[in-house]
DNA sequence: GTGGTCTAGACCACG
DNA sequence: GTGGTCTAGACCACG
């Protein structure tokens, strides 16, 4: 895996595996790689998987069996979408909206992002 | 002023000062406070106004004349319009789709960003 | 069977055994179910009963037959009552005095026990 | 510090500092001691004074300032006592009672602890 | 100076 | 086999 020396790598292994979870990959009861052969496959420490399991266990996203390894939490997607609708709402809009205002944006600006909604509300009709 | 421990404390005053340059409380050619007075008033180190202040010289924001201090440079605020809008094309708004999509995010989810946006539309017709 | 997190689950498997023969659900001489049974049930490893098992046999609680299982020890009962009597007088009230002092709880806060206690006295009268 | 082989060095020195503030040998307000202090003077490494800290900070009991260290959150003695009565009364209480009925325990057995109590009553009134 | 992250490596308990 | 803790030591950002 290819680490952005911007974010923690801790952190990156999270995302990356809250991705997973998202997309269907991982599903709720599952068990995840044991943080050995995550360390090795993606060639970091064993203590740094260990903080990205610990920590996704504390967002109740991993669950640990003792002696067993890791598994995914049940309902771990719609625990992921609300964290991540959180920050969405309370960060991104608010931002986004300031940012519009700021550079006096239009419509046009956000041709790819409407055409996205409307895929999506075509989608779920 | 309150800092958010998620940022760097030196990039929110540079924040900060843009957002005074954008709404005009500081004009190109205007004097800002000194280093010494702006970490006083800030409650920060002045290493770190001063990082602030360095930062904001590389961008093209700030100038810096011997012994007199800092001042804001010509076309400061479109330098700012500038930045801010390479962040929004490259990385805010391919996010956003990235999110809206991973959530299926609807319209009505946007509903304040839209209205924003209709805003600024009508008052550039 | 539930098992707490805090405790080891052969500690856990241990303490439930041992309710079982205060009760009176288990009685001296009487077999208890195999390792393999009890793994099985508790959906434990196997490795884990075993270890309870000998725990037990250490404390004098059961003991082995070879070749025919485990079996509650003559006088187990009283042995647990003196083992748990000394857990209390050297850890739990000492533990408790002092939680009281901290906390300033008050007899309030120690209601149930104090009720229990003379439900205790009574019966014994 | 003497560490107790049962425990996580970690949990003892978060206790040791939870001790320090009940006792106001440690204010709100207050700065603590830096993790290389605190780990020179406890003979343990960085890291295991680090795990204490951000443990206590994720608890609300220290709070950290950037590049100034760790300092004692507002309140923190109340959430330490919040903490421990929380403890107190789902976990140790229930289990006193238990015991209490389980070995026929009577008030004589508890006399150090109505004791303890009638004292803290008595400083109350 | 402050804390945070990461590594290599050891040791341990539990299963 | 599993994860958890701890150490020694390096490096980094921030102040």
Redesign the pocket.
């Known amino acids: 895996m290819e680490?952005n020396d911007n974010k923690?790598?801790?952190?990156?292994i999270g995302e990356w595996i809250m991705d997973q979870i998202i997309q269907g990959k991982l599903i709720a009861g599952e068990r995840?790689?044991?943080?050995?052969?995550l360390?090795e496959e993606m060639?970091?420490?064993?203590?740094?998987v260990?903080?990205t399991?610990?920590n996704l266990?504390d967002l109740g996203i991993l669950e640990?069996r003792?002696?067993?390894?890791?598994f995914v939490a049940p309902n771990a997607d719609s625990t992921i979408r609300d964290i991540r609708k959180q920050i969405f709402f309370n960060e991104q809009l608010p931002q986004l909206v300031e940012t519009a205002k700021q550079l006096q944006l239009s419509q046009e600006d956000f041709k790819p992002l409407l055409e996205q909604l409307k895929r999506i509300d075509n989608e779920n009709e």
């Not at 923690?8 to 990156?12: A, E, K, L, R, T």
């Not at 003792?66 to 890791?70: H, N, P, T, V």
């Open positions: 680490f923690n790598i801790f952190i990156q995840v790689p044991s943080v050995r052969e360390a060639v970091v420490n064993r203590n740094t260990n903080k399991f610990t266990q640990n003792r002696g067993m390894g890791y």
